[in-house]
Nanobody
Framework: QVHLVESGGGLVQAGGSLRLSCAHSGRRFSTTTMGWFRQAPGKEREFVAAISWILDNTVYADSVKGRFTISRDNPKNTLYLQLNDLKVDDTAVYYC????????????????WGQGTQVAVSS
């Protein structure tokens, strides 16, 4: 069983920063990709960023490229998402997710999900 627990969300003004964390416990896999997705009210869940746990390859959605940074701390089994220059449109619940397989930018490619953490950006 896999457990993912996000933290670090909150309310911030436009232009501000936050750092989200996702603690991974439970089962480990030989190849793992972890990603961040977000879902705003009335919208579908969308891809934000992903990282290969072993190779450290990263991929970002165009909407966050240059502003968000995904990273991981292997000894701590923790995934991070640094959010800089936040915009009102970044307001959403942010979810971390884990795939035992290859990197994917679609939600269906991930088997395990956290409960989400709310990010609210005010103008």
């Amino acid at each position: 069983q896999v457990h993912l627990v996000e933290s670090g969300g909150g309310l911030v003004q436009a232009g501000g920063s936050l750092r989200l964390s996702c603690a991974h416990s439970g089962r480990r896999f030989s190849t793992t990709t972890m990603g961040w997705f977000r879902q705003a009210p009335g919208k579908e869940r969308e891809f934000v960023a992903a990282i290969s746990w072993i190779l450290d390859n990263t991929v970002y959605a165009d909407s966050v490229k240059g502003r968000f940074t995904i990273s991981r701390d292997n000894p701590k089994n923790t995934l991070y998402l640094q959010l800089n220059d936040l915009k009102v449109d970044d307001t959403a619940v942010y979810y971390c997710a884990l795939s035992p397989g290859t990197m994917s930018i679609v939600a269906a490619g991930y088997d395990y999900w956290g409960q989400g953490t709310q990010v609210a950006v005010s103008s």
